[in-house]
């Protein structure tokens, strides 16, 4: 399974011929994968709270629409 992250660093590298690996030992591209795939399950979390927790929604509104005044609500 591919996360979002590795599909843009992948099409970057291909597109843009980035080398951002290169110089990284093994021991330090297995920590890479295994952050990047904690930081794209983090993700999951911090939207929920975002959008559906009662809890925080009221402060990511007025956040997001301070940010983007144009933003219209249903």
Known sequence: ??????????????????????TLRPDQRTQNCWLAGIL???????????????RFWPLFQDAMLRTHPNVRWR
């Not at 399974?1 to 660093?9: E, L």
């Not at 794209?40 to 009662?54: E, T």
Request: aromatic share 14%.
């Open 1 to 22: 399974m591919i996360g979002a992250s590795d599909t843009i660093i992948g099409y970057l590298i291909r597109r843009k011929v980035l080398s951002t690996d290169e």
């Open 40 to 54: 794209d399950d983090l993700y999951w979390v911090v939207s929920y709270s975002r959008w559906k927790d009662d």
